[in-house]
């Protein structure tokens, strides 16, 4: 059990659920179509998710000896070397997986690949690398749209740009976890992006559902963000644990006129991510 919660930390796995939404959003604004494609988009997802968060810590370990003692490579949980073979075959597993899609997928898997080793091995050296993780979600919710009927559409675009916009916002907040750098209110503003592209495309009958959601998602990052912006607190933390979870509702927010039970489905992972984090960490 203590190596199965080793494994489990290493891939901060309390963030699965918003890869998955990542990749049913991606499939629904391709036109959804065959269940089977959405399980590889999936399956596919997940290995490079497992693989980024493992090679991450590969790359890490050095500075979290220093700095974080409690992950598991410093705190002799595991060995460097197993997580450094443990994150290639997750990333050979992923690009495998969603080769089976298709050229397009093929193409966005490499790609997605290569954003998730360069991210990792110089995020503590590059002032903009959130711009990276930004990337990898795109393109991660267009090769969720590859697997759809339609193909990677011009909605599907946009919605993963907007998507990326708020992975930058998060993530330069983020970046003063643990440098402990002085607060700055910008980073915030991308957060928003996904809101107002929702506002701008909805139209008509899809307005009303947009607007709610709007505010549902912005009512969410306002609640995040207090943590770290209220006077006299500062749990940067518990606002991107938060914010982090807030991706599903972005991808809802991109989908908004969906069936009940699509959109049942993204409140589940929702509140399983909430969930998930209280037993494993998110950052």
């Not at 998955?20 to 399956?43: K, P, T, V």
């Not at 954003?115 to 990337?135: D, E, G, Q």
């Not at 709610?212 to 912006?229: D, E, P």
């Not at 009940?260 to 509140?271: E, H, I, Q, R, T």
Request: charged share 10%.
């Amino acid at each position: 059990m203590a190596m199965l919660r080793t494994y489990l930390t290493l891939g901060r796995v309390s963030n699965l659920p918003t890869v998955w939404s990542n990749c049913l959003a991606g499939w629904l604004l391709g036109g959804g179509g065959a269940w089977d494609r959405l399980l590889l988009a999936c399956m596919g997802g997940t290995f490079l998710y497992l693989a980024g968060m493992y090679l991450n810590d590969a790359f890490d370990a050095q500075w979290d000896q220093q700095r974080r003692p409690e992950r598991p490579i410093p705190s002799g949980a595991i060995a460097l070397t197993e997580v450094w073979q443990l994150g290639l075959l997750w990333m050979a597993a992923g690009v495998g997986t969603l080769a089976l899609l298709g050229r397009n997928a093929t193409i966005l898997a490499l790609l997605l690949a290569g954003c998730i080793f360069v991210y990792n091995a110089i995020h503590k050296i590059f002032a903009f690398s959130p711009t990276l993780m930004a990337v990898c979600r795109m393109l991660l919710v267009l090769a969720g749209a590859s697997s759809g009927d339609a193909g990677i559409t011009g909605l599907a675009i946009w919605s993963a740009l907007a998507l990326a916009s708020y992975v930058v916002g998060l993530s330069f907040l983020a970046q003063t976890e643990t440098t402990q750098a002085s607060l700055r209110y910008w980073p915030c503003l991308f957060l928003g992006t996904p809101v107002a592209l929702a506002l701008i495309v909805n139209r008509g009958d899809a307005q009303l559902p947009a607007v709610l959601w709007s505010g549902v998602l912005g009512l969410w990052a306002l609640t995040c963000l207090r943590s770290t912006y209220r006077a006299g607190q500062r749990n940067v933390a518990h606002s991107v644990a938060g914010l982090l979870a807030g991706i599903v509702l972005v991808d809802l927010l991109a989908v908004c006129v969906v069936p009940v039970a699509f959109g049942s489905a993204f409140v589940g992972l929702f509140v399983g991510a909430l969930f998930l984090q209280r037993v494993i960490p998110a950052t």
